[in-house]
């Protein structure tokens, strides 16, 4: 008798994707629309607000974290409309601040339950700008499956 699980692969009905405006997390998000599509499955986008990316006035300044976060929903907008015109109908997003890796992790993921997280390996952002290390840490402490694509 054959293994039956492997035949009929898992279908997952919550997928989270971290995006950002670097090669590898649109690859991510495309195989997560896929993913949704194909499993019917509600599509959450999610992007990180990183503060060490701030100097300190502008860490101060309510205008400038509101001017970043408001850009930031507008970007992420754009995202959630590709997906609806995609056919996905279940789509929204959200917004965390701090580091991306822990951020997603112990913030993002308890609060949306999904059942899939797929990253891009690299990141756009900053010096250490790997989310290839936040990949390797969302792997390694994430409580669901974790898919990074490259």
Known sequence: MENTESMN????????????????????F????????????ELIICSVLESDNMNIYQALSKDYVHGQRTELQAHLQ?????????GISKVRYVIGEGDPGE??????????????LVVGSLSQK?????????AAYMAKYSPISVMIVR
């Open 78 to 86: 754009k995202y959630q409309d590709l997906a609806e015109r995609f």
């Open 126 to 134: 900053g010096v250490r700008k790997y989310f290839g290390s936040q």
């Open 30 to 41: 495309r195989y997560a629309m896929n993913r949704a599509k194909f499993d019917g499955a």
């Open 9 to 28: 692969p898992k279908k997952f009905t919550r997928i989270l994707v971290g995006v950002d405006d670097s090669p590898d997390a649109q690859l991510a």
């Open 103 to 116: 951020t997603i992790v112990k913030n993002i993921i308890p609060d949306v339950k999904p059942d899939l």
